[in-house]
């Protein structure tokens, strides 16, 4: 059975730190890892990573892949009050199974 | 260009009726997936659709069922509903079926209370 483990999950932080979130999976035929950020309701896309070692930025966000330790971690540096979410990772693989999520890092920035 | 718009926002159902819910794609999307989110089990898999077909399934009892039209909308109908069926209800579409790689842009969902 396919597993995403997300740590921490919970996260308080002050504005203007920087904050790394991690996501360790076990899945068969990996494809890809997704990053979604879910502040209300829709979670939205940040990234998506096939390939190991291959840093994906965006802002202030960036993410890698390690596929040989089977982790990746999304870093958010200089932190706002408007990145206070909850960041879930979610992993595909070869099989019938849709995509296969880890509970989530609910992370609060304090002003 | 629009984004995935479920309906409805919230439900308030009781033991044993039956809901449907509904979902459009963004224009040009074939594949629609839904998911289930609840505080103890974060977000699950329930099935997949791809021009009609469902493609994928995931582990829930045959009383979740689904279905897609031709423009891609697709419909969820969940029978006798129990309590535990309390949950917010996700749909995500994608241009191409999921394992093809292609990246999900979710809809905000329909929040659905079983009381």
């Known amino acids: 059975e396919d597993k995403v483990v997300q740590s921490p999950l919970s996260l308080v932080v002050h504005e203007g730190d920087t904050v790394t979130l991690n996501c360790s999976y076990e899945v068969t035929n990996f494809r890809s890892l997704l990053w979604y950020k879910q502040e209300k309701k829709a979670p939205t896309f940040l990234f998506m990573l096939t390939s190991s070692g291959i840093e994906k930025k965006s802002g202030r966000l960036s993410s890698i892949l390690d596929k040989k330790e089977l982790f990746s971690i999304l870093n958010i540096t200089a932190t706002q009050t408007g990145d206070s979410a909850i960041y879930l990772c979610?992993?595909?693989?070869?099989?019938?199974?849709?995509?296969?999520f880890g509970k989530g890092t609910h992370l609060i920035i304090q002003p | 260009k629009a984004g995935v718009t479920q309906t409805p926002r919230y439900l308030i159902k009781t033991r044993g009726q039956q809901v449907t819910l509904s979902c459009s794609p963004i224009?040009?999307?074939?594949?629609v997936s839904w998911y289930q989110q609840t505080p103890g089990q974060g977000l699950q898999f329930l099935f997949e659709?791809?021009?009609?077909?469902?493609?994928n399934k995931g582990n829930f009892p045959g009383r979740f069922s689904g279905r897609q039209f031709s423009n891609s909308r697709s419909e969820m109908n969940v029978s006798t509903l129990e309590l535990g069926d309390s949950a917010l209800y996700l749909c995500?579409?994608?241009?191409?079926?999921?394992?093809?790689?292609?990246?999900?842009?979710f809809g905000s969902g329909t929040q659905l209370s079983v009381l």
């Open positions: 995500a579409s994608s241009r191409t079926t999921r394992q093809g790689g292609e990246k999900l842009f």
């Open positions: 224009s040009g999307h074939r594949s």
């Open positions: 659709y791809f021009s009609e077909t469902q493609r």
């Open positions: 979610a992993v595909g693989g070869g099989g019938a199974d849709g995509l296969t």
